[in-house]
Structure formats: C-alpha cells, structure tokens
C-alpha cells in the first residue's frame, strides 16, 4: 500500500500564513542580484527578469535539444518509455520548483539551473563521462567532469552571458553526493567562480567540496538525486531488469518513485521552512543514502551493457578521438572536426560578443568539447563514418 505523507499541520498554516501576508523568504535569491561578466549586457525586463532571461539562453543554446537523445542510465535501448536526458532535466526542474515554491525560494533561477546542469554529459551517461575522462586525464593530466562541462558549454562554447547564479549552480549540482543538510557559500565574484572551474580540472577531489553558493543551486543538488532514484527503478522494471519495485528495501522515503518524490518534497520543506539552509531530518537521510546505495547495486553496478562498454564503446571513444584530433593537427577545414563543430559553433558566433577565442581553445579541449557534445546515436554514426572497414557492430535492443 502506498505512503504519501503530508506537511505537518502547523508547518503547513505557517505557510499560508506568510504567503497571506505576502512574507517573502530573506533567504532567496533577488532578480536584482543577478551579476554577470558582461554587466551591461541582458538588462532584466518586466516580462524576461534575470534568471527568465538565463532559461532561455540554455534552451537556445544548440546542445540544448540533443539532450532528447542522450543516455540517462540505459544505452542502446530502442524503447521510447524509458528516460532519456531531456526527462531527466525537466523532472529536476519540477521537483526543485516544486521544493522552492513551498520555500518561496526564485523559481526562474531553480529552473535556470536545473535544465542546464546536464548540458555537458557525454554519450553513454557516466559511462561515456568515465571513458572520456581517462582519455583525457592520459593526454593531458586534466580532468572531465560533465558538471564542468555543463558550465564550459554554457559560458566558453557558447557565452551567453549567464549570470553567475545559474552558473554556480551547475556546477554544484553534482547528484552522486547527498548530505543531510545543504548550507550555501555565497559569493559575488567571477574569478571565484573560474578558480573552481580551474581546481575541479585539475583535481578530482575537488569536485567534492563544492558547495552551491545559492539555496536554490542547493534545491537543485538534492533534487537531482530525488529525481533519478526512483525514476531509474521504474526504467530498470520496464527494460525487465527487476520484476517490481519490491526488490527494495522499505524506508521512510519509501521504495516508488511518486513515494520518493513526495516524501522526499515533504520532509525538505518540513525541516528547511523559514532556514537558511535545505534539511533533512536524519532518518530521511539515512533512508536516502541506502536506498541511492541500493541503486548502485541493484540497477548501475549490474548494467547488461558493462561488458558492451569495455569490449566495444570504449576502443571506438579511443579511436574517435585521435582521429578528431588527427585532423584539428591538420587543418583541413573540410575535415568532420571543422565541419560539425568548429564552423557549426561558428555560426553562433554573431550573438556572442566574446566569441573568437574559442578557437583558440587547446586542441585536445576542442576535441573533447565535441565528443561530449554528441548524441549516442551520432557518436556511433561518426566512428562508422571513419572506419567503414572495421565496423563494429553494435547491437540496440528492440521493443520484440
């Protein structure tokens, strides 16, 4: 039998009562606040204030639409139920707008930040993220992270000028590590900002102790696991990995997905009203963290299609990328690096004031740059275009 639980009686007045006085939250972010590199630029508007203007800045941005053909967990899957990039993003959205309206925390900068965090993930989910990672870390010492990659996207690729807000928290968003209680480090300086970015490249730990600067980057952080946990267990019974969600345990957050949306919702509001920090109580953290624990054990440690990666994907990501990089070393601008990256980067050019040093980029960053961009299906595409004679034959699983 389901368990939906609901906002305490006295939380839930609380509320009404201050949105009846039209109370706002002293803790959420101001459309006044919004600071960006080029500050005379983008001006708020009544009808597209700050971070309105951030939403559709991201959803413009051309990597924008190939989420809906991006891994979530599941890859080489010809099945339209099961969740791609695109859901995962607009159920972080509605789950942390969800968070932040009982918060009276700023929508516009929630959703800004949810539907960017993923714009940098690589084909093939973390798995393509690990292996493209490992190239580069060989070629370079440098790191790949795709929460870095989601801001590079959004403030190298293409600088739209997104305010520093929204930025940070992409790159704070980081769902594989929960905590109990989600304090925000404000700060108002870019070149903070870009001393992450910078840290994050070269250190891997460092990835670990970012901290959104923003109690609705924090919303976002936890959203991201409240979104994919439950999620992932119904793609996982629908591709007939689990015969149903009883295979978990029961804890109070639940085991369903609408169970642990819900009741995850409920108990951030319950303990983060009126505070200046996002809280759990710690039942619900424990029950948390062993319920994303048994995800890893259940559905992301036993993927069919580990064995497909390490045989198959990952030497085709290996030869994908010297060849790329073979022909940016050669200049041949009729080459596939110029023609579907550079020069198709190149035609947004005219609405970025900033823009021509990005070809200035390191070679090997460019290349990465363009892997990570690609869809599942145009990465495979791309290594069949190169090696028409060594054709690896990748097998989708069908609906049949």
């Known amino acids: 039998m389901p368990n939906y639980l609901a906002l305490s009686k006295e939380t839930e007045e609380k509320i009404l009562e201050d949105r009846l006085a039209h109370r706002e939250n002293p803790y959420a972010c101001k459309n006044e606040a919004a600071i960006r590199r080029r500050q005379g630029h983008d001006a708020p508007t009544l009808i597209r204030p700050s971070f309105v203007r951030d939403i559709q800045k991201i959803m413009n941005v051309p990597y924008y639409v190939r989420y809906s053909d991006k891994t979530q967990v599941f890859s080489l899957m010809k099945n339209d139920d099961i969740s791609r990039r695109s859901y995962h993003v607009q159920l972080v959205s509605r789950i942390a707008r969800n968070i932040g309206e009982a918060l009276q925390l700023n929508l516009d900068l929630i ?36 929460n870095i990659q989601s801001a590079r996207v959004l403030d190298t690729i293409f600088p739209v000028n997104l305010s520093l807000q929204t930025l940070d928290g992409i790159i704070c968003h980081n769902g594989e590590m929960e905590l109990m209680e989600y304090r925000p480090v404000p700060y108002t300086d870019f070149a903070v900002f870009d001393k992450k970015m ?46 149903s969600d009883a295979a978990f345990s029961t804890y109070e957050i639940g085991s369903s997905n609408a169970e642990i949306i819900n009741n995850m919702t409920v108990n951030l509001v319950e303990n983060s009203y009126g505070k200046p920090y996002l809280k759990m109580d710690q039942a619900y953290f424990d029950a948390f963290s062993k319920a994303k624990k048994e995800n890893y054990e259940m559905i992301y440690q036993v993927d069919s299609n580990l064995a497909l990666y390490e045989k198959k994907i990952y030497p085709m990501f290996d030869a994908v990328y ?11 601008k009729d080459s596939i690096i110029y023609t579907h990256h550079l020069d198709y980067v190149r035609q947004y050019a ?51």
């Open 198 to 243: 910078e840290t994050c490249i070269h250190d891997q730990k460092a990835i670990k102790k970012l901290v959104p600067a923003t109690l609705e980057g924090c919303v976002v952080r936890v959203s991201d696991i409240i979104a994919y946990l439950g999620k992932d267990r119904q793609d996982a019974m629908k591709l007939g990995f689990l015969q």
């Open 322 to 332: 010297e060849k790329l990089l073979s022909e940016l070393r050669a200049g041949n």
């Open 350 to 400: 005219k609405y970025y004031q900033e823009y021509p040093s990005y070809e200035q980029e390191d070679m090997d960053d460019i290349v990465v740059d363009f892997i990570a961009s690609m869809t599942d299906d145009f990465f495979i595409d791309l290594y069949h275009h190169y090696f028409p004679n060594e054709r690896e034959e990748i097998a989708y699983k069908g609906y049949f």
């Open 111 to 146: 959703e800004a930040i949810a539907l960017g965090h993923d714009i940098g993930h690589t084909p093939f989910g973390h798995a393509g993220e690990r292996k493209l990672s490992e190239i580069y870390r060989e070629r370079t010492g440098k790191y790949f992270n795709h």
